[in-house]
């Protein structure tokens, strides 16, 4: 079946602009999750959601960091004028959460470049 | 807290020769744990894991890891590197139970040469 796809593959924007990143998870996936990264940092998660429940906002760096999820599938994950330290790429991934099944999968990712 | 060392940010190994490549943890739980590889360019893919039961587990591409609990290692390893696998190679640790995040080392970028 498909994977998770991210849209768009790369975005070059100016810094203080806004970007909006989209994730389509793995159909029937409950669990969707995004990551970034960079040169500096490494992977770093950002966000999680887990079906209704509220998400789990703990890895987000700043308040110009924000993430959706609509009727419990895709997601977007919006950054806020954005600065040139938020140039990284950013990986969204899914979870099917049953209990023989733990492992995430990961889309491609969106390269964020802010000029 | 948890979080996870991988020794040595660059390997390099000659085509059919050992793999191997190191992963430490420290988890307050039991954890589930996983490697991950990145080819260039390409998102994660997931090699293997451990989740519960034996503690020798085989993944895809030849590749296994063996949980050792009393040295909180899970060490990746092959017995004979082919050019393909040449790669960025991640470890990654996970609390038991829960849908949490993963957290990852700093990865391992995996050379092989002729």
């Known amino acids: 079946g498909a994977g998770v796809s991210q849209s768009p593959s790369n975005k070059v924007t100016e810094k203080g602009k806004d970007v909006e990143l989209r994730c389509d998870p793995i159909?029937?996936?409950?669990?969707l999750y995004w990551y970034r990264q960079s040169l500096g940092q490494g992977l770093e998660f950002l966000i999680y959601f887990q079906g209704n429940s509220a998400p789990d906002k703990s890895g987000l760096p700043s308040d110009r960091f924000s993430a959706e999820r609509t009727g419990g599938s895709v997601s977007t994950l919006t950054i806020q004028r954005t600065q040139q330290e938020d140039s990284a790429v950013y990986l969204c991934?899914?979870?099917?959460?049953?209990?023989?099944?733990?492992?995430?999968?990961f889309g491609p990712g969106t390269r964020l470049t802010v000029t | 807290a948890q979080s996870v060392t991988q020794l040595g940010s660059h390997v390099s190994v000659s085509e059919g020769a050992l793999v191997l490549l190191r992963c430490n943890y420290s988890s307050s739980v039991p954890p589930y744990l996983f490697w991950y590889v990145q080819y260039p360019n390409q998102g994660l893919q997931l090699l293997l894991k451990?989740?519960?039961?034996?503690?020798l587990v085989k993944g895809i591409n030849g590749f296994e890891a063996e949980f050792k609990k009393s040295e909180t290692s899970f060490h990746l390893t092959k017995p004979s590197a082919h050019m393909s696998d040449a790669a960025e190679y991640f470890c990654a640790v996970r609390e038991t139970g829960t849908a949490s995040k993963l957290t990852f080392g700093t990865g391992t970028r995996l050379q092989v040469t002729l």
């Open positions: 451990y989740t519960t039961g034996a503690t």
């Open positions: 991934a899914s979870s099917p959460l049953r209990v023989s099944s733990y492992e995430q999968y």
């Open positions: 159909s029937g996936h409950t669990a």
